[in-house]
C-alpha cells in the first residue's frame, strides 16, 4: 500500500498538467500511467497537430513547458474558414489586428515539453507502464489497484485517462457518447500554392476536409471519411494518396503529396454526465471528448486541470479537505459552465454539415449565408477560438 495525497490515473496532457499546476503546494502527487516511461519520455509523432488558444498558451508557460517547445516547430493560425461544398459563401474568422487566432503545435512535442517540466519540477512520483485495473473511493478516502497488484491510497482520485475512461466506468459515471461512424486520418501534405496561415474547414459530399496550416507550404491535412474509405487510404502508396487528397480538395493548394506518416482515428465525442463523485474527479478527454470541428478538445484540457488545480489549492488556503465536496462541485460547475455550450454546438454543426440530405444542405447553406453577413456572429466567435477572457 501506497500513501498520496493524490492520485492521477493517466499521464497525458490533462495529467501532466494538472500535477504540475500543483508544484509547491506540498501535497503528494503519483502519477499512473498504462504506457511505458519511455514513452512519455520521447512521444512518438501521432499526426495532430494541437490549435493552441492564447489561455493555453498562458497555462503552459506558468508551469514551464511553453519554452520547451521547439520554436521553429510552432506555426500561427492567422485566420480561418469555413466552407460548404460549391457554395460562395465563406464564413472567414479574422482576429483584430496582428495578433493570431492561435499557435498550432504538434501534438507529441506538448506532451514531451509537460513531462519535462513535471520532471524538472519533481513535483509528481510516476508509476508508468501498469495499468489501474479498479477505482474504490469512500468518504475517508480512495483506493487505486493496479496491474501488478499493488495499491495507492489517495486523498484525492483524479481521472485523466481517455474518453472511453475505464476509471469513469467503475465510478458509475454515465457519459453521453455520439458515435459519427466516421473516422479521421491525419497526415502532413506538401502543396504547390501557399496556404497563407488559414486554417480551412471544407465540408464536401461525403467527407469533411481540414486544412491546418504549418511552417512553409506544408499542411495537415485531417479527412473524415467512412471507416472503410480511411482504411483504404492508409494502405495505399504514397503516390496514390497524394493523388487522391489533391482530387478531393479540388487541387485549391495545387497538387498534394504526402509528408509525413498517416494516422487514423474513430470519431467519438464524449461528455461525462458528472465531473466529480466522492473523493474522485475527471478531467481532459475522460470528462470532455471533443469533436475536431473546433479543435477545442486540447485546450478544454488544459482548462479543467488548472480549474481542479485552482479548488484544491483553495481548499488548501481554506485548510480544508483537498476534496471538500463543495470545492469539487464548484470545479464541476465551472468547467461544465465552461464546455457544455461548444460541445453541444459543434456536435450540432458537425451533424448538420455531414448530412448529404437535401433539407440539410439547404439549411446548412442559409446558416453560410446568414453567417457571412452578420459581423458580430463573426467576431463573437473569433473571440471564443482565441480565448483570450476564458471564463473560469
Not at 504540475?20 to 495532430?48: I, Y
Not at 476536409?209 to 480511411?230: K, Y
Not at 493548394?253 to 466529480?276: D, E, I, K, S
Not at 481554506?318 to 469539487?328: F, K, S, T
Request: net charge positive; charged share 20%.
Amino acid at each position: 500500500m501506497q500513501d498520496c495525497d493524490i492520485a492521477v490515473i493517466g499521464a497525458g496532457p490533462a495529467g501532466l498538467s494538472f500535477a504540475r499546476l500543483l508544484a509547491g503546494s506540498g501535497l503528494s502527487v503519483v502519477l499512473v500511467e498504462r504506457a511505458p516511461e519511455a514513452a512519455l519520455a520521447e512521444p512518438a509523432f501521432d499526426g495532430r497537430e494541437i490549435a493552441l488558444t492564447h489561455h493555453s498558451q498562458e497555462i503552459l508557460d506558468e508551469i514551464g513547458a511553453w519554452d520547451r517547445i521547439p520554436k521553429e516547430q510552432m506555426a500561427p493560425l492567422k485566420r480561418a474558414r469555413v466552407q460548404d461544398g460549391a457554395s460562395p459563401f465563406v464564413l472567414d474568422f479574422a482576429p483584430p489586428g496582428e495578433t493570431p487566432l492561435g499557435m498550432l503545435v504538434p501534438n507529441h512535442l506538448i506532451r514531451k515539453a509537460l513531462f519535462d517540466s513535471v520532471q524538472a519540477e519533481g513535483c509528481a512520483t510516476l508509476i508508468a507502464g501498469v495499468a489501474v485495473t479498479a477505482v474504490r473511493t469512500a468518504p475517508r478516502g480512495g483506493t487505486l489497484t493496479l496491474a501488478d497488484g499493488r495499491e495507492i491510497r489517495a486523498r484525492l482520485i483524479v481521472a485523466a485517462d481517455t474518453r472511453m475512461s475505464e476509471a469513469r466506468r467503475q465510478m458509475g459515471i454515465a457519459a453521453r457518447m455520439r458515435d459519427f461512424g466516421k473516422s479521421m486520418l491525419v497526415a502532413r501534405v506538401a502543396h504547390e500554392k501557399p496556404h497563407d496561415g488559414i486554417a480551412t474547414e471544407w465540408f464536401g459530399r461525403g467527407q469533411t476536409v481540414a486544412m491546418l496550416p504549418l511552417r512553409g507550404d506544408v499542411s495537415s491535412i485531417v479527412l473524415t471519411l467512412s471507416a472503410r474509405e480511411i482504411a483504404d487510404l492508409m494502405e495505399v502508396t504514397p503516390e496514390a494518396f497524394g493523388a487522391d487528397v489533391t482530387r478531393r480538395t479540388d487541387a485549391r493548394w495545387g497538387a498534394l503529396t504526402l509528408a509525413g506518416t498517416r494516422h487514423a482515428y474513430p470519431l467519438v465525442t464524449t461528455y461525462a454526465m458528472r465531473f466529480v463523485g466522492t473523493r474522485f474527479a475527471l478531467i481532459g478527454d475522460a470528462a470532455v471528448g471533443m469533436h475536431p470541428v473546433t479543435a477545442h478538445g486540447f485546450n478544454f484540457g488544459l482548462a479543467g486541470a488548472q480549474r481542479l488545480a485552482e479548488q484544491v489549492r483553495a481548499a488548501l488556503a481554506r485548510r480544508r479537505d483537498i476534496a471538500d465536496p463543495g470545492g469539487l462541485l464548484r470545479y464541476e460547475m465551472a468547467h461544465r459552465r465552461a464546455t457544455f455550450p461548444l460541445y453541444a454546438a459543434t456536435n450540432t454543426i458537425a451533424s448538420l454539415y455531414t448530412d448529404d440530405r437535401a433539407p440539410a444542405r439547404a439549411l446548412r447553406g442559409a446558416v453560410l449565408r446568414l453567417g457571412a453577413a452578420l459581423s458580430p456572429v463573426r467576431r463573437l466567435v473569433t473571440a471564443q477560438l482565441m480565448e483570450a477572457t476564458p471564463a473560469r
